[in-house]
């Protein structure tokens, strides 16, 4: 399986923070969907303010019409503090139409501050 990575460079208070989003190696377990549109997360202020990093791994299923559904968090690191941008971000993520729903998606998105 591919790795796909998406860096993106999110502009915070004129400091520039990339976010990587990541897949791991087996991140999809069902027929992988082409992606049409990523949206990067904002990184936090807060966050951003007091120098946390982190990361979030998701789950979702993408709809037949390329929508994603039931996101959810699977683990988050520091807990809560990038949960709501990462979710934000998610779900507005679109993909190429299918024939059926797809489950069994993840992602990891990492949040880094730049130097």
Known sequence: MKKQ??????????IAAPIALMAPAAANTTTS??????????YP????????????RLSYSIDAEGRVINAEI??????????????S???????A???????????EL???LGD
């Open 74 to 87: 699977v683990e988050s690191t520091p807990a809560g503090i990038f949960d709501r941008a990462a979710l």
């Open 45 to 56: 202020r807060g966050a951003e303010r007091r120098g946390i990093e982190g990361m979030v």
């Open 89 to 95: 971000a998610i779900e507005a993520w679109r993909y």
């Open 110 to 112: 990492e949040f880094r």
């Open 33 to 42: 969907r082409e992606t049409v549109e990523l949206v990067a997360p904002d």
């Open 97 to 107: 139409p299918a024939a059926a729903q797809t489950d069994g998606h993840t992602r």
């Open 5 to 14: 990575i998406l860096s993106a460079l999110v502009c915070v208070s004129a």
